[in-house]
């Protein structure tokens, strides 16, 4: 399993960490957080445009993957390593054929293995399974069950992407379950301490480290 694909995946959430998104992202890369994704839904382009090729820069200083939410163009027009794609996305092979073929493309797969078996057909980097929990950030989002992620892990190589209401006291369980990285929104951003919580998430998998401070 590639180590960069691996650990707390943290996503951005611009309400949440409004005016702060630097700030707080470095919070939480300073806590482990090994990948980041920008997310941010407006149609504000030159904000979005500015906001990713910033959040670039700060994930490769601190030697973390930066990947896009859903915008193949601006994962390309700001060199990111990758981008996330869901089912009502561009196609993995349009991301593939403008990215190229070092790019990181994980696809959202609900909780359907046959959604991850035609995504890992297509060249697919990573399959996120969700929502595994209850989440604020999408309370509209079906649940994946654990056993579902369990039998993902045994059918697939790939690595795994658990995202949906994980906090510290749950990631343990989703880990346990075969998850490699955990896509969290609301436990970073609305954590009295990001980097206290970060931490937290990033110890599921490196127990024995710490964070830097
Ligand atoms: C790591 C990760 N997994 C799933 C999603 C959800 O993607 P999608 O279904 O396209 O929904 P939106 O995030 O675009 O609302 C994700 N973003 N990241
Ligand atoms: C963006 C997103 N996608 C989901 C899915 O199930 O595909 S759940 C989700 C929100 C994740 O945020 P939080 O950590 O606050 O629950
Ligand atoms: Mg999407």
Request: aromatic share 4%; hydrophobic share 50%; proline share 3%.
């Amino acid at each position: 399993m590639p180590e960069r694909l691996r650990g707390l995946y943290a996503i951005t959430d611009t309400a949440l960490q409004q005016g702060r998104l630097l700030v707080s992202t470095e919070a939480a890369l300073l806590g482990g957080a090994r990948i980041v994704q920008y997310r941010d839904k407006s149609a504000d382009h030159a904000r979005r445009h500015d906001e990713a090729g910033a959040l670039r820069q700060l994930c490769h200083r601190h030697g973390a993957l930066f990947l896009v939410n859903d915008d193949v163009a601006l994962a390309h027009a700001v060199r990111a390593d990758g981008v996330h794609l869901g089912q009502g996305d561009a196609t993995l092979r349009v991301a593939r054929a403008q990215l190229g073929a070092q790019a990181v493309i994980g696809i959202t797969c609900h909780d359907s293995l046959a959604l991850a078996q035609a995504a890992a057909d297509g060249g697919a980097d990573y399959l996120a399974f969700g929502a595994m929990f209850a989440s604020t950030s999408k309370p509209q989002a079906r649940t994946c069950p654990l056993p579902v992620l369990a039998e993902a892990r045994r059918r697939f190589a790939l690595p795994l992407v658990a995202i949906g209401g994980i906090t510290p006291d749950n990631a343990g369980q989703v880990a346990a379950a075969g998850a490699d990285a955990l896509a969290v929104i609301a436990a970073l951003w609305q954590a009295a301490d990001i980097h206290a919580a970060a931490a937290a998430l990033a110890r599921t998998y490196s127990p024995a480290m710490s964070s830097t401070t």
